[in-house]
């Protein structure tokens, strides 16, 4: 009388074939949806720029709009106490220039008597095609923009000249 004890090693062998034929398959798509993600960070991240941009411009009317990210985010004081050097208007993370796979960077534009009068802001992939495809941008007009081929916008003309986000 013959008793099976446990598997073979071909029925173990197919087990795991059909594993790594799953994985194969999944392993893209979850990769795919990660950039995708990171991704629609980087827009709203640029979106939350954009409006902390206008907030600083109504409050800080002698200065216009931050020179700089750093403008928008905290000071090291808790609570934030919000100056033109610190607006308190966008988390630390944000303000540091990288946020869920993206270096994001804003630079106040032309100044008239000291006032910035424009800006633009980007969000670029860290690494392309890993943590993103495409790179993205905005400036004053507050219309977030796209650029297919996920390469740094250079500044606030080449930003206008993409096609914004649908």
């Known amino acids: 009388m013959r008793r099976n004890q446990g598997f073979s090693l071909i029925e173990l062998l197919i087990v795991v074939a059909i594993i790594l034929i799953i994985a194969a398959i999944a392993i893209p798509n979850m990769l795919r949806a990660r950039m995708a993600a990171n991704e629609s960070s980087a827009v ?97 007009d507050a219309v977030m923009r796209l650029n297919p081929s996920g390469t740094l916008v250079a500044g606030r003309a080449a930003c206008m000249a993409l096609n914004p986000i649908q």
């Not at 800080?60 to 050097?85: D, E, I, K, Q, R």
């Open 44 to 140: 709203g991240s640029l979106r939350t720029i954009n409006t902390a941009m206008s907030s600083y411009q109504t409050t800080y009317p002698t200065v216009g709009y931050a020179a700089t990210l750093l403008a928008l985010g905290p000071t090291a004081a808790v609570p934030c106490v919000a100056s033109s050097a610190n607006a308190c208007l966008i988390d630390g993370t944000l303000a540091a220039g990288v946020k869920n796979g993206f270096n994001v960077a804003a630079t106040g534009g032309n100044t008239v008597n000291g006032v910035n009068y424009n800006y633009y802001s980007t969000a670029t992939p860290v690494t392309l095609h890993s943590t993103g495809d495409r790179s993205f941008c905005g400036f004053d």
